[in-house]
């Protein structure tokens, strides 16, 4: 797969989690990533509406140890995966559009370098597995931002209004997909990589199924 620079693209998840399931967010510190903070507002989805949702998606604590298992393989190789994720994108027009500014068309790399620092700790967040109420206002408040509610105000950014829904769970099957090699490099056991891929499979379709709730009408999430 070709490799693209920052400059040109990011995938449209410009979020985070925690470091750590016993630490606080991974870093405070980069613009936008507002994991914990007092600011956000409540999801409007419970955790009881999250097991539920877990449960459907046959998510267990196995999961969640094997999500774990994967931030140590992990933690040292973001850049690289994400000159993948940023490749993948580039590439495909359907997708660069959404990071594009609004009158030129030409792509945001002021817009594209903020997101890929987020990006980069949603990657390490996402394998913390905290799923906690913290976690779930979070995730709100991401799907805002790929929504017309919210889009651009992070970064003030003069992008397109929106990211079509279509496109976000449209995305869990490459960034899965092109993951699994990096889970393989640690030396992880056959069944082990397996077990990583097929957690992460479940928690990015979970994450993506919570952002939807802004698109979809008041009572049928």
């Known amino acids: 797969m070709k490799l693209f620079t920052p400059a040109l693209l990011a995938v449209a998840l410009a979020t985070a989690l925690p470091a750590s399931h016993a630490q606080q ?7 936008g990533y507002a994991y914990g903070q007092r600011t956000l507002a409540k999801a409007p989805y419970t ?6 949702l877990q449960a459907s998606l046959l998510f267990t604590e196995e999961d969640v140890k094997a999500l774990r298992q994967s931030r140590a393989i992990l933690a040292d190789q973001t850049d690289a995966i994400l000159d993948v994720w940023y490749g993948f994108v580039a ?7 959404f990071f594009g500014d609004a009158k030129t068309g030409k792509p945001d790399a002021a817009y594209l370098e903020a997101v890929r620092k987020r990006f980069a700790l949603w990657i390490l967040d996402t394998a913390d597995a905290n799923h906690d109420q913290r976690w779930l206002d979070w995730q709100y ?6 929504n017309r509610l919210k889009k651009n105000q992070t970064d003030r950014a003069p992008s397109v209004a929106q990211v ?3 496109y976000i769970p449209a995305l869990t099957i490459p960034i ?4 699994k090699p990096f889970l393989a490099k640690k030396g992880a056991s056959t069944a082990d990589v397996e077990k990583m891929h097929a957690a992460w499979v479940k928690s990015v379709l979970m994450q993506s199924i919570l952002w939807s709730q802004p698109y979809i009408k008041d009572g049928e999430f």
Do not use: C, Q, W
């Not at 955790?47 to 539920?52: F, I, P, R, S, Y």
């Open 25 to 31: 967010p991974a870093n405070p510190a980069v613009t």
């Open 47 to 52: 955790m009881a509406d999250l097991k539920a």
């Open 91 to 97: 590439s495909t027009p359907e997708l660069v559009y």
């Open 141 to 146: 408040e991401i799907g805002l931002r790929h």
């Open 164 to 166: 079509n829904f279509r």
């Open 176 to 179: 899965t997909t092109t993951l």
